[in-house]
């Protein structure tokens, strides 16, 4: 057996027990991956929130404009996250006569750095926490009066809140997370945090059931609306949202069509030697200029009045003929059409600028078969 194939087939087994090996101590596994939220579910953070509620039996719908607001049922339940300074004072002034009417409000509270005047027509204070927050906080034992047992729910303590007028107190050793109390013919659930009603922490400890037993301080609530975020009606926002492709194309265009029209950056290319024009040049651009403008009927009676002048000072008698006699006169002079010899009879407005240019061929070459006979002549005299 010779060399060459003897080391293929140690090449072989090699590969054969390296396969081996790997299979034996490799094997294929399915791996999850987070890949975040899509479709409705990136626009709306408290969706599965709504799907909770409405597999509960009471109707869920995400509100989006402020008038929809002024649609609400009278004893109708709505969620109000932070963020909302967008709300106008007759959409807030609305908000309150809605609660004292029967409605219930589930509010978060804004940060104590910045105005809330809902919490302030509700008499509820906030205060800033000033302890330091502990490395990984305990959920907080909520014990409401429908729950059976107490609820763990993840909420922050980086901030108080207090209602004297509060029925129900959630609180943890640093801080009030909940308090809810009666308005008129309404009720007012105010939650330092809701976090825990978010697509990603709905499903959590006992947010969920947490989220229930809110809902049911109003037992005989038709429907759940959540008012979240209104500033996501901005047309930016919209564009982002719809139109991104679009958008995206137009800043490209823009782009490459800034990159053509800038300057460009390197070494300052010379001047041009400055050239002398020649008489026809400056002709030709003098008889583009009185086109452009509209002058091309005097160009072209200019024209024809000079060849007319040549006939006559030539021909005398030229001028006492009558007005077919002359076009016969010019047809036998010059060897021209009779539509070419009415041209240098009467007046033309060149409409193009090839009629122009084609009435001008005909008074020059008038004028050069006179030039040639004058020439003629000079050469006969002694």
């Known amino acids: 057996m ?10 072989a087994g090699l590969a054969a027990a390296g396969a081996i090996w790997f299979f ?6 399915a791996e999850r991956q987070w890949v975040g939220p899509s479709g409705e579910a990136r626009r709306n953070a408290y969706l599965a929130a709504e799907r909770l509620v409405a597999r509960m039996g009471v109707a869920a719908r995400h ?7 002024k649609e609400l049922p009278v004893n109708g339940t709505l969620i109000l996250p932070d963020r909302r300074d967008a709300l106008t004072p007759d959409a807030r002034l609305a908000l309150l006569l809605w609660v004292e009417n029967g409605g219930h409000l589930i509010v978060e509270d804004e940060d104590a750095r910045l105005p809330d005047p809902i919490l302030d027509a509700f008499g509820v204070k906030r205060t800033a926490v000033t302890k330091p927050p502990r490395p990984k906080p305990a959920p907080v034992e909520a014990k409401l009066p429908h729950a059976d047992r107490a609820l763990k729910v993840e909420m922050h303590s980086r901030q108080t809140i207090e209602a004297p007028q509060a029925a129900v107190r959630v609180a943890s050793a640093d801080a009030t997370h909940l308090v809810h109390f009666a308005r008129g ?3 007012v659930t105010v939650l330092n945090d809701l976090e825990f009603l978010r697509n990603r922490a709905i499903g959590r400890l006992d947010h969920a059931e947490f989220l229930w037993q809110i809902v049911r301080f109003q037992p005989d609530t038709p429907a759940l609306f959540v008012f979240d975020n209104p500033q996501k009606l901005s047309l ?6 719809h139109a991104w492709p679009l958008v995206a194309g137009a800043a490209l265009l823009l782009a490459v069509w800034l990159w053509r029209s800038a300057s460009r950056f390197g070494p300052v290319a010379p001047d041009p030697e400055p ?3 020649r008489l026809l040049d400056h002709l030709r651009a003098s008889g583009r200029f009185q086109w452009a403008r ?24 030229f001028a006492a003929l009558g007005r077919g006699a002359q ?10 059409r009779p539509e070419d010899a009415q041209k240098v009879l009467a007046a033309a407005n060149p409409r193009t600028p090839a009629e122009l240019m084609t009435a001008v061929g005909v008074y020059q070459h008038i004028q050069e078969r006179l030039s040639g006979r004058t020439q003629q002549n000079t050469e006969s005299t002694p």
């Open 2 to 11: 010779n060399r060459p194939l003897v080391a293929w087939f140690v090449l």
């Open 24 to 29: 034996a101590n490799f094997e294929r596994v």
């Open 275 to 277: 050239a002398r024009r």
């Open 63 to 69: 509100v989006k404009t402020i008038p929809e607001l």
């Open 185 to 187: 013919r309404g009720r």
């Open 327 to 336: 076009r016969d006169r010019l047809v036998a002079l010059f060897g021209i």
């Open 294 to 317: 509209g002058g091309g009927g005097a160009l072209l009676e200019a024209a024809r009045e000079a060849a007319l002048r040549r006939v006559v000072r030539a021909y005398p008698d």
């Open 236 to 241: 930016v926002r919209w564009l982002a949202d």
